[in-house]
């Protein structure tokens, strides 16, 4: 009975482990492709602000209204967009720049 047992916890712990590596390419799935969300800080003017697009290949696809300076940008065909977001967040006149990521809400017991 003891093994049984434990041949069934031990392929719990595998169900469990396969499942959060599926978790985690579910949540690389998430974010839409090539897109990235930036906020640039306050004062920084519209030139300036068109002038990083320009250098970094950026189409912007919308200015958010309800946050100011905060752009949706589509890089180009083939960037590496983990990196572009690391070089954008060193840029002083921006406050970050993060990947468009889908989310969902989880459902919680109380």
Same mark, same amino acid.
């Given at each position: 009975?003891?093994?049984? +047992?434990?041949?069934?916890?031990?392929m719990?712990?595998m169900?469990?482990f396969?499942?959060?590596?599926?978790?985690?390419?579910? +949540?690389?799935?998430?974010?839409?492709?090539?897109?990235? +969300?930036?906020?640039?800080?306050?004062?920084?003017?519209?030139?300036?602000?068109?002038?990083?697009?320009?250098?970094?290949?950026?189409?912007?696809?919308?200015?958010?209204? +309800?946050?100011?300076?905060?752009? %949706?940008?589509?890089?180009?065909?083939?960037?590496?967009?983990?990196? %572009?977001?690391?070089v954008?967040?060193?840029?002083?006149?921006?406050?970050?720049?993060?990947?468009?990521?889908?989310?969902?809400?989880?459902?919680?017991?109380?």
């Amino acid at each position: 009975m003891r093994m049984i +047992l434990l041949i069934l916890m031990e392929m719990n712990i595998m169900a469990s482990f396969l499942n959060a590596e599926s978790e985690k390419d579910k +949540l690389e799935e998430r974010g839409t492709q090539g897109e990235i +969300l930036v906020r640039f800080k306050v004062g920084v003017s519209e030139e300036k602000i068109q002038s990083v697009f320009d250098q970094y290949k950026l189409t912007v696809i919308e200015k958010y209204s +309800l946050v100011e300076n905060l752009f %949706l940008c589509h890089t180009r065909e083939g960037q590496d967009v983990h990196q %572009l977001i690391d070089v954008l967040n060193q840029n002083s006149e921006i406050e970050y720049a993060e990947s468009n990521q889908k989310v969902e809400a989880l459902d919680v017991e109380s």
